[in-house]
């Protein structure tokens, strides 16, 4: 087991750069997830872990050892692909050892460790079947499993779970997570899927366009987003924005919009505070939008509430989204199941002013300075729920 | 009634193509006063022209001749034309987009262009009366090339590197991941081959003289342009291209199954 370094690492496929200047500290046995969106640079970045992709400029550390120009058979690492890459013409026995015979290692540890892998991921009925005789999920075991026996100072996943239906890749998720606190091996975890990200990390690192946006646990991300794409990228149903101004009302700010106006609590205000009538654009979570209780017959529906048209239901159980129409926009509210309006009905959303977020026109965070961002309180969504 | 005439049309296709093929297997079973019926059934069958055709000219030599040639030809296109197939589609160098080109290009080249430089190549090596002159210049072979190059582009990317995880080098990943992989095409390249080889006649007669290194299609032609031409000569002749023919039948009919998976498939992915 070791840590990674990334110092400075860049890469340039011809004259496109697909990862710039990413640098990033694994401790010993983290489980690191890099997500985002698909050309972000993510898999480049897990690829160059490996050595399966050369490195333009910076360096690739696996603790103490400097890798960056060294062949992937000496890197110690152990990767489960997406297609999971088995052979198709072995055993599932064979696809698990092989690269420990071809380490020479005696027939006796071999042994031990393919029964010990067998044991863990419950493959021992499968072990003498080739792959094409496996389903999906089956396949995807005998990959973790060949990772597993090398007993690799890295695992690498890269969207080992995207080929698998939705129940079996939460299955998978927990396989995956009892797996590492098991082994206990510095992981790094490639996906798209947030809800991955979200359950499987002890660390998130959201990317864009080959550039780190941030870094941080779980929580802390889909709290304080660094940025406005990550805020809009982590969350399902994604974060609803309004763009507007800030107002300077006598010693307080208002946020101001075509369809929304509300005072933010002295808590919230941005330090130091901008201009009046800078542009702004508030963001606001779907669970942090409450439907008003009783149709509001005024025409201002009061400060910190929008009026909408009601326009789709999505009822998935216990929660329910409501996808409310606001002037040209859509605004997305997650709501526990229950009595609700039908499509076509006008509602009144409104959002607790404390659980706000304020975005500067480049997109940066308007942070309140000294005052405490009150998070405590919050909930995650119930996706988030491990 | 449709099927019935279907199937009709098919013996008789199938009948022209099989009769003459048959009565040349019957004939050299024949006596001298049989040879000249139509018959496919001897009336005194009789091995008698093998054993002249044995004794006359040394056919067990050109035999193994043959085998051992075609045989050397067919593994050394297949372990040659792999390597130089998986470089041209799997590995990145600089100039593999022009060596692609030129690999196609030597297709263009009808082989009897190159008959003459490669006589007077092989006559300035000194290789004239030699196996080297039989072998070498069909060692490699560009359409080998190109169908498994063809075929290996669609082996996944990530079994390759799954590969190169597991420890291995590129020589190993190419013969004990992509081979196993490739036996369709692998088993046409291998038969294309080996029949070419078998079958050549021009190039031994150009460069070899010497009864013993011969092969057998090039003795069986020397055998018949000075054999005679009687009934019994004829029969003999017959006996000979019989045991030229029987090993290529008796090699299709254990892998036809791969030589028509791959025909059709090299059809539509060539």
């Known amino acids: 087991m070791a840590s990674v370094t990334f110092e400075h690492v860049r890469k340039d496929f011809g004259t496109t750069t697909v990862v710039h200047d990413f640098d990033l500290q694994v401790a010993d046995g983290e489980l690191v997830v890099l997500v985002g969106g698909s050309g972000c640079g993510k898999s480049t970045i897990l690829r160059m872990l490996a050595g399966l992709e050369s490195v333009t400029r910076g360096t690739v550390r696996i603790g103490e050892r400097d890798v960056t120009q060294l062949p992937p058979r000496e890197r110690d690492v152990a990767m489960v692909f997406q297609d999971y890459a088995l052979y198709p013409h072995l055993t599932a026995r064979e696809n698990i050892s092989l690269g420990l015979r071809l380490r020479k290692l005696a027939k006796a540890e071999i042994e031990r460790r393919v029964s010990w892998a067998g044991e863990i991921l419950e493959l021992e009925p499968l072990l003498d079947r080739k792959p094409k005789q496996m389903s999906g999920g089956q396949r995807q075991r005998v990959a973790m499993g060949r990772a597993m026996v090398r007993e690799p100072a890295v695992f690498l996943f890269d969207e080992p779970l995207s080929n698998l239906d939705a129940h079996l890749r939460g299955q998978m998720r927990h396989e995956i997570a009892r797996m590492q606190r098991r082994v206990g091996t510095t992981t790094l975890y490639v996906t798209h899927d947030q809800v991955e990200a979200m359950t499987l990390a002890d660390r998130l690192v959201v990317l864009e366009g080959g550039r780190v946006q941030q870094v941080g646990c779980p929580v802390d991300v889909y709290r304080a987003p660094a940025n406005r794409f990550v805020a809009g990228f982590i969350g399902t149903p994604p974060m609803n924005f309004l763009d507007g101004r800030l107002e300077r009302e006598r010693d307080s700010m208002v946020f101001v919009s075509d369809v929304l106006r509300i005072p933010l609590p002295p808590e919230l205000r941005p330090d130091p505070t901008p201009d009046s009538d800078t542009a702004v654009t508030l963001g606001v979570r779907p669970e942090d939008l409450a439907l008003a209780r009783g149709p509001s017959t005024a025409d201002d529906p009061g400060p910190g509430s929008v009026r909408g048209q009601l326009v789709l239901t999505e009822v998935l159980g216990a929660h329910t989204h409501l996808h409310v129409e606001v002037g040209d926009r859509r605004l997305i509210a997650a709501v526990s199941s229950g009595s609700l309006p039908g499509p076509g009905q006008e509602v009144v959303l409104s959002m607790d002013p404390r659980r706000l977020h304020l975005f500067a026109a480049d997109g940066s965070p308007l942070r309140p300075g000294s005052h405490e961002q009150n998070t405590d309180a919050q909930e995650l969504g119930p996706e988030f729920e491990p | ?270």
Do not use: C, H
Request: hydrophobic share 55%.
């Open chain 2, 1 to 270: 009634m449709k099927r019935a005439a279907f199937y009709f049309l098919l013996a008789l296709a199938a009948a022209t193509f099989l009769y003459p093929f048959l009565w040349m297997a019957a004939t050299s079973l024949k006596p001298p006063g049989e040879v000249g019926g139509l018959s496919l059934i001897p009336d005194q069958p009789t091995l008698e022209n093998y054993r002249l055709m044995w004794a006359r000219a040394p056919f067990g030599r050109a035999l193994f001749n043959s085998l051992f040639v075609a045989t050397t030809i067919t593994f050394s296109v297949l372990v040659f034309g792999s390597a130089a197939a998986y470089a041209l589609a799997r590995l990145s160098f600089p100039g593999r987009r022009a060596l692609n080109i030129l690999t196609v290009a030597v297709l263009l080249v009808p082989a009897q262009l190159t008959l003459i430089p490669m006589y007077t190549l092989i006559v300035q090596l000194g290789w004239v009366d030699s196996y080297a002159a039989l072998i070498v210049p069909f060692a490699f072979n560009a359409t080998a090339i190109l169908i498994l190059r063809q075929f290996f582009l669609q082996v996944p990317r990530s079994l390759m590197d799954a590969a190169r995880l597991d420890g291995m080098g590129e020589l190993r990943i190419l013969y004990t991941v992509f081979w196993p992989l490739a036996k369709a095409p692998l088993a046409t390249v291998g038969i294309l081959t080996f029949m070419g080889a078998w079958n050549e006649v021009l190039w031994p007669l150009l460069v070899v003289r010497d009864e013993q290194l011969m092969t057998l299609p090039q003795l069986l032609t020397v055998f018949s342009l000075g054999g005679g031409a009687g009934p019994r000569a004829l029969a003999t002749k017959l006996a000979a291209t019989m045991v030229m023919v029987v090993p290529v039948v008796a090699a299709y009919a254990f892998l036809q199954r791969y030589f028509i998976e791959s025909m059709a498939s090299t059809g539509t992915k060539g």
